[in-house]
């Protein structure tokens, strides 16, 4: 029986593209991932925006968080029934809050507030979640919250030494694990957790069944905040007419996490970087089609002898690019959206939201769509077009426009004193500028990709310059936090004496204040820190104004954050402030410095003798900041357990011990984290142009194998061939390195204006760091020689025979 020759259903021109698909996969694997890393970095971000954007808002809602938060004295329970009265007032909780240290074996000690709570089975407002054992903790025991910045190595069922005000001590056991999405807002000065324990537990420790913090949300979704504020001036009038002084109110949206505008922000600067990346990878596009139409031009013009029309040609090759599109979707939606969703849900972590579950996002489809095939049909237009309307004379000729080269011109030229330049690198120089239209786009390519990754080092270091402008805020080498007041020249005297390494003690006063309008309306809290007029711990970067003069009364400088409630303001306006306890009264403005609005509300500073007098703590302070012989970390660690032993000797009342460092590390977590964001897209750019590269250099050893075959026949052999390729590849990467230098400078710029309005609030200074421009040489060395490695041994094992028989 005879078998049967199926036949090839295809039309011709269909075939030759799935055999331009399947038989020249290299090209293949070129473009497609040059159109995949654009459409994935797209896909990822838009992922991660719209994951966040939704789900933590719906997840801070969730918790049902206060609307309104008060510190005030203590008081008992019959004071929420009289706030549950007024109106707008959906509900009241009175927690009982207090500062201590906690610590496990002899291991160190953390700062924690202490969480006091009547029924945890039956609390409605600030939910948590659990993440291991209960968040309801019985007698003796405690819930500890854990998230990224509050990790203490506690796990269920360790036993916790607990240090109370009193110098007390308690052990209590471990009942679970939690997150506490109420801790969200950042705060460098903050505790490193909280800790839960019920009034029933506190009551034993002889600290009374009361509150001294009241916790309201109002009626509706919690999303109008001028209905917040009108239920939170009546609340804080109830307040006081039951005999209680407020000390600090704060007011929060139930629909809007605390920290979203700025995550969403960052996400948006990705995003940004992410578009980049599509339009880079169209550059990559145009490079290798534009080859690909110079090397199939033959083939074009036997199509057009036998019948082909321009139009079918064009809509043939079009056809081509859709097919890598279609690919290249195929892998980047997945990884997109996996990539994304591990990205959100990295971010949520940090604020202590919980996503509601892994998803395909609709929309980032669409664009992930959208720019998969607009991007790479934009980009190979013009090429294809080109090529499908050359004539068949000079398609199937062997001239080529742009074939004889200039370098080689300049070679000629270039007499005697380029002789002892082996001819071999000569080549190589001669053939990095044979084809200028594609060394530009390469270059292109390869530089945006470096500035970008130089630009986030300098990123890096211009933030980690502001942060070390805010840490000074709030530290000393190491600082001191009392449990109760203590003599200024007491404390001083005693460390200073006894206390080897310290060098010198500031005490710092403070209060928690309020700003009100001359409508008698509150505007913002007002956090005033009061140093010593001589202090050493504080440079403040004026945006206006002056210091406070030794001795001033009712004077103040303020942070720029005061520009959102009074963008006018000039030094010598007054503000009127109230201080608790204190009726309101004017101050005077006579400065305005540089701080970073993402830590809440405005920052003041004023004469400690005169603030100090105000809170009735006369030459008193909580707090002091101690100066030391050496600034190294160990040497922190090492006096601050020397510190500890001491003051706990002398019974003094410690409420904590931080050192300067763990500071700094709380305070740049979120730079850190946003740094490691910014590398990410970094990396992802380096990995476009290194496409681009290995692409150009695959290109240039094609269509120079008949040269390679000269050269094999003159002699030449495998180490001088991939040498010339290897060679003209670092010549590239140098020059794209010089350039990226210096565009490096404009793109820093532009993301520092970004992060500096969305993140900080305020401007940032660019500080230009040499680490990310070194780094980028070793890696633009690295990627020229992988970039090369394989068109150079592709080259180097080309026979004579095959290089002197090609077309």
Known sequence: MKGKVKPNMLRPRWSKVFSDLWDDKTRTLLVVASIAVGVFAVGMIATTFTILSNDIHASYASINPANIEVRTDPFHDNLLRVIEEIPGVEDAEGHYVVNVRARKDSGPWF????????????????????????QIPGKDEIVVSKDMRANTGFQVGDEVQIELPDGSART?????????????????????????????????????????????????????????????????????????????VTEQLSTQHPMSDSILAIIGVLGALGILITVLSGSLIINTLNAMMAQQLRQIGVMKLVGGLSKQIMGMYLTLILAYSVIALAIAVPLGALAGYGLANFIANMMGAVLMGFRFIPAAIVMQAVI????????????????????????????????????????????????????????????????????????????????????VFNVRASMNSVM??????????????FSRPYKVDQIERVLTANVPGVTGVEAWGGAGAEIWDENDELVTALAITAPPQDTQLLEPEFVAGRWIL????????????????????????????????????????????????????????????????????????????????????????????????????RDYSVSSIQTGASLQENATLAVDTLISFLLIMAILTA??????????????????????????????????IMQSVIIEALIIGMITWVLAIGLSFPISNALLTIIGETMMGSPMTLVFTPTGLFVWLGIVIVLSIIASIMPARNAARLTINEVLAYE
Not at 219 to 229: N, R
């Open 111 to 134: 700062s924690f507030a202490l969480i006091g709570m009547d029924d945890f089975g039956h609390n409605q407002i600030n939910l948590v979640e659990t993440l291991e054992g209960t």
């Open 468 to 481: 070390q402008q805010v840490i000074q805020h709030f530290m000393g080498d190491v600082s001191i936090t």
């Open 687 to 720: 990995f476009v142009g290194s496409i681009g590269l290995t692409g150009t250099m695959s290109i240039n050893v094609l269509e120079r194998t008949r040269e390679i075959g000269v050269m094999r026949t003159i002699g030449a052999v495998d180490f001088v």
């Open 172 to 248: 209590l056991t471990v009942a679970g694990l939690i997150t506490d999405q109420s801790t969200a807002q950042p705060d460098p000065s903050a505790a490193d957790g909280n800790i839960f324990i019920t009034l029933e537990t506190l009551s034993a420790f002889g600290l009374g069944e009361y509150s001294n913090r009241l916790l309201v949300t109002v009626q509706g979704d919690g999303g109008d905040e001028a209905f917040i504020s009108s239920v939170a001036a009546v609340v804080e009038e109830k307040i006081e007419r039951n005999n209680l002084e407020v000390y600090q």
């Open 550 to 649: 030794p001795g001033e009364k009712k004077a103040m400088i303020v942070s720029d954050a005061i520009y959102i409630y009074y963008p006018d303001l000039v030094p010598g306006d007054a503000l009127t402030v109230k201080l608790p306890g204190v009726p309101k009264e004017e101050w005077t403005v006579v400065g305005v410095f540089r701080f970073v609005s993402i830590l809440g509300d405005p920052l003041a500073y004023a004469n400690f003798e005169f603030v100090a007098d105000k809170v009735n703590l006369p030459n008193q302070s909580f707090s002091f900041r101690i100066i030391t012989s050496e600034h190294d970390v160990a040497s922190q660690l090492d006096l601050t357990r020397r510190l500890d032993q001491f003051l706990a000797e």
């Open 372 to 455: 998969a095939f607009l991007v790479p049909l934009a980009s190979g237009f013009v090429p294809v077009n080109k090529g499908a309307r050359t004539n068949v004379r000079r398609a199937i000729s062997n001239y080529r426009p742009g074939n004889q080269s200039t370098g080689s011109n300049f070679l000629n030229r270039s007499g005697a004193w380029i002789s002892w330049i082996s001819r071999p690198i000569l080549l190589s120089f001669r053939n990095t500028f044979r084809k200028t239209g594609r060394l530009l786009l390469t270059i292109f390519t390869l530089t945006v990709a470096g500035a970008v990754f130089i630009a």
